[in-house]
């Protein structure tokens, strides 16, 4: 197409037209390669369409035609999702909001929305670089006001701009170290890791030590001026996006091998934390998900957590001294990710546990757990998370799945288990048992057709797996109540189940209640007797062992001391399950 043709063509830019003239009158400037790539590049009519998309826009904005009521749509359709997420139970308007805000077509509706607000499209143009002398040393400036915020030194600490330093062990140089996410030195933008300090407060830091460094720093009053020399590095740092569930309880306090106590973030077991930063092999930099504005803290690493784990393990069992033990994990490198010997939270079974292995039953010694990977699971309409009740014998568990599938038999349904055993009298195939054969229950139990099987007195028993997807894919809600190692199997990203630990009152509240009722002991196959001191006694400390073993892995716990309390608490467990998004391992999201 002419230059001419492309003036006359309204959809074309009158811009690019002059432009294509201008290009053809100074050929004999430039190669007649580069020349036809232009040309053909200025003629594209995708071009000419998105040029002319700008301008309109640009037009728009300039002459406030249809100016923006808000310019962060997309920020309050977030929030408005975390609104509805508390309520979608109550309105089905509600719900269809709920799901209507999450489709892309309407949040990249949204972002579009925001970027013209913004006034995003316009063009971004490099600085202009600045010809600087290469033998001349550049220097900055920051000053920053003083504030209770950790600054971590060499084995001390004072609240002042939330920074790390420490002596270059090749120079010598007092240079930073960590910058804490969220603190004073992050927020200015100004401080990165690397960058060498030369003065503080006018005294020249040449030759001192990071505790020298931190006497300037207390005595210091108001606004702090450092003088730094910038790193070679990058200069920026970002925030991760990866959540984790704790595993186990931290307190800094506690901890004689934290840099800084007062820089370091406390937790108890099952807490959601947001890692900011893992620059660090000891110490992650993290934040508390619910304290999403509050400056990040120091949490042990994964690496030195499991060495810790494993140290003080191998000490019991030696009956040796933990702390010194302690004393070798921060003083070791954490192993290497190439390294042969490299311990994950998937790695060797640990060879003690705090119970005695002795024992008649079939627990499996714990898995290293520290830390797991998680990320917001969102409710699916018809498609329901199995609710699987874990708990001792004899707790209870079985009579909440009964009263709870009773109550709505067209929604809740649980998997009729198999059995070895002869049918009794007024059982019904089916109905309490699927009755089988040793011989094909054992070859099905080998092929891994069973989510979990066992032996009780000379019969097998199990739940079998294509019951429970039967029971998913149909649309209703399954619920199960299996022995507590069937957590291993039920706990994949196929079924994604949400699991309930039904814990057991402290003794006079358990043996209160369950006389009170006239409960029936399950340890007597006959039911005819009630239980007896010793059974409760086996029921709590059976409680505990799965708290301790498998404690990481639930997300809720109900306390079984009333029946008609528990199912009204199970009840609401269910419906956050079925409604609200909920934390659950990425792999399940992904």
């Known amino acids: 197409m002419t230059a001419a043709a492309m003036a006359a063509d309204a959809s074309y830019d009158p811009v690019l037209s002059k432009l294509v003239t201008s290009l053809k009158e100074a050929e004999s400037l430039s190669s007649e390669q580069e020349l036809h790539f232009l040309q053909n590049l200025l003629e594209s009519k995708e071009i000419n369409a998105l040029v002319n998309v700008h301008s309109k826009v640009a037009k728009v904005c300039k002459d406030n035609k249809c100016a923006p009521l808000m310019s962060s749509s997309i920020q309050v359709a977030l929030d408005v999702l975390e609104h509805l997420s508390q309520r979608c139970h109550i309105s089905p308007i509600c719900k269809e909001m709920f799901y209507l805000l999450q489709r892309p077509h309407v949040q990249s509706l949204l972002a579009t929305h925001d970027a013209i607000a913004q006034k995003d499209f316009y063009p971004h ?70 960058d060498e300090v030369i003065e503080v407060n006018g005294i020249n ?44 309880d931290y307190n800094p306090e506690n901890d004689p091998y934290i840099p800084c106590k007062e820089a370091g973030l406390g937790f108890i077991r099952g807490e959601i934390l947001h890692i900011v930063g893992q620059d660090d092999g000891y110490w992650w930099q993290a934040r508390k998900e619910c304290e999403r504005t509050s400056r990040a803290g120091l949490i042990p690493s994964r690496a030195l957590q499991e060495r810790r784990i494993i140290y003080e393990r191998t000490q019991k069992e030696t009956n040796g001294d933990t702390k010194s033990s302690c004393a070798s994990i921060c003083s070791t490198p954490p192993p290497s990710p190439d390294s ?89 195939p089916g109905r309490e048992y699927l009755f089988v054969t040793r011989d ?13 099987s066992g032996e009780y007195k000379g019969h097998l ?40 630990h039904i814990r057991t009152p402290p003794f006079n509240r358990l043996k209160a209640t369950r006389e009170a009722n006239r409960a029936r002991s399950t340890f007597d196959d006959l039911n005819s007797r009630g239980f007896t001191d010793e059974e409760f006694n086996e029921m709590i400390h059976s409680d505990e062992r799965i708290n301790f073993l ?37 792999s399940w999201v992904q």
């Open 125 to 194: 143009l490099p600085d202009i670089p600045i010809e600087v002398d290469e033998d001349e040393e550049t220097v900055k400036i920051v000053q920053l006001v003083k504030s209770n915020e950790p600054l971590v030194g060499a084995q001390s600490a004072e609240p002042i701009v939330g920074a790390t330093i420490k002596t270059d062990e090749e120079t010598g140089k007092i240079i930073i170290a960590r910058i804490m996410h969220g603190g004073a030195a992050d927020r200015s933008g100004l401080i990165h890791v690397g």
């Open 205 to 248: 830091v040449e030759g001192k030590t990071p505790n020298d460094v931190l006497t300037i720093l207390q005595n210091s009053e108001g606004t702090i001026t450092f003088k730094l020399v910038p790193s070679d590095g990058k200069g920026g740092q970002r925030e991760s996006k990866i959540r984790v569930r704790a595993h186990f």
């Open 340 to 428: 042969s010997n490299t311990i994950t939270c998937r790695g060797p079974k640990t060879k003690k546990i705090m119970y005695n292995l002795d024992e008649n039953d079939d627990f499996d010694r714990e898995l290293i757990a520290t830390y797991e990977e998680v990320s917001k699971l969102y409710p699916r309409p018809g498609v329901y998370r199995p609710i699987v009740l874990i708990g001792a014998p004899g707790v209870g568990r079985n009579e909440l799945k009964r009263r709870l599938v009773a109550r709505d038999p067209e929604k809740y349904r649980s998997p009729v288990p198999y059995t070895t055993r002869a049918m009794r009298p007024g059982e019904i």
């Open 440 to 452: 094909r229950m054992e070859t099905d139990v080998s092929a891994g057709k069973f989510i979990e």
């Open 461 to 500: 028993y199990g739940t079998a797996a294509e019951s429970v997807k039967a029971i998913v894919n149909s649309g209703h809600v399954c619920v199960l109540s299996p022995h507590y190692q069937a957590i291993k199997s039920l706990r994949t990203p196929q079924l994604k189940p949400f699991i309930i």
């Open 550 to 586: 498998y404690g990481h892995f639930f997300d809720e716990e109900i306390v079984n001391d009333n029946l008609a309390t528990a199912l009204e608490q199970l009840l609401v467990c269910v419906e956050r399950a079925e409604s609200e998004p909920l934390w659950a391992p990425s």
